[in-house]
T-cell receptor, first 116, second 114 residues
Framework: AQKITQTQPGMFVQEKEAVTLDCTYDTSDQSYGLFWYKQPSSGEMIFLIY??????QNATEGRYSLNFQKARKSANLVISASQLGDSAMYFC?????????????FGAGTRLAVHP | GAGVSQSPSNKVTEKGKDVELRCDPISGHTALYWYRQSLGQGLEFLIY????????KSGLPSDRFSAERTGGSVSTLTIQRTQQEDSAVYLC????????????FGQGTRLTVV
């Protein structure tokens, strides 16, 4: 069975500093993808970054990077140079890619507050 | 359309009434997902469609909840005999289902049962 765990209900960071949001996952599949989404107070779900299970390099997208440690089954999101607009809920998610079965599940989320 | 569209955006219903929530996915997306999100909480998986079939409906909370998808496109989530605990935002997402493709979300339907 798939499972995503985000152990930090809330995080604080000072503006312009870096922050790491933790995510661990559990799956017996070999082929899967890991995603991070941002949900601001407006409620929309914004895709941030993707890491495939066979990708050897850590994914990066602008100020976002994904610290992928496959053996430890962790996929932490690193946000560099935090901005006030980064304050939001952040969700880690996993999608299976096995046999055409593509269930997508989410962790409980981490609420990030960026302070000036 | 350009994105995932959900309707209605808001729905207020009386306890005991049935409601239908609609999701129009991105054209060509084979995978479609329904989630429920209570205020300040995470996304609770409800059901997943691959084409018109639902290989995983394990998240449906009770037999009052059902969903269907027709033509590999539009999906409807039906809640019968609504209860106050059904109040939440219901989110729909669609995906091409291929590696390196993310799921795209609709704006959600906010359901309030009074």
């Amino acid at each position: 069975a798939q499972k995503i765990t985000q152990t930090q209900p809330g995080m604080f960071v000072q503006e312009k500093e870096a922050v790491t949001l933790d995510c661990t996952y559990d799956t017996s599949d070999q082929s899967y993808g890991l995603f991070w989404y941002k949900q601001p107070s407006s409620g929309e779900m914004i895709f941030l970054i993707y890491q495939g299970s066979y990708d050897e390099q850590n994914a990066t997208e602008g100020r976002y990077s994904l610290n992928f440690q496959k053996a430890r089954k962790s996929a932490n999101l690193v946000i560099s140079a935090s901005q006030l607009g980064d304050s939001a809920m952040y969700f880690c998610a996993m999608m299976r890619f096995s046999g055409g079965y593509n269930k997508l599940i989410f962790g409980a989320g981490t609420r990030l507050a960026v302070h000036p | 359309g350009a994105g995932v569209s959900q309707s209605p955006s808001n729905k207020v219903t009386e306890k005991g009434k049935d409601v239908e929530l609609r999701c129009d996915p991105i054209s060509g997306h084979t995978a479609l997902y329904w989630y429920r999100q209570s205020l300040g909480q995470g996304l609770e998986f409800l059901i997943y469609f691959q084409g018109n079939s639902a290989p995983d409906k394990s998240g449906l909370p009770s037999d009052r909840f059902s969903a269907e998808r027709t033509g590999g496109s539009v999906s409807t989530l039906t809640i019968q005999r609504t209860q106050q605990e059904d109040s939440a935002v219901y989110l729909c997402a669609s995906s091409g289902g291929q590696p390196h493709t993310e799921a795209f979300f609709g704006q959600g339907t906010r359901l309030t049962v009074v």
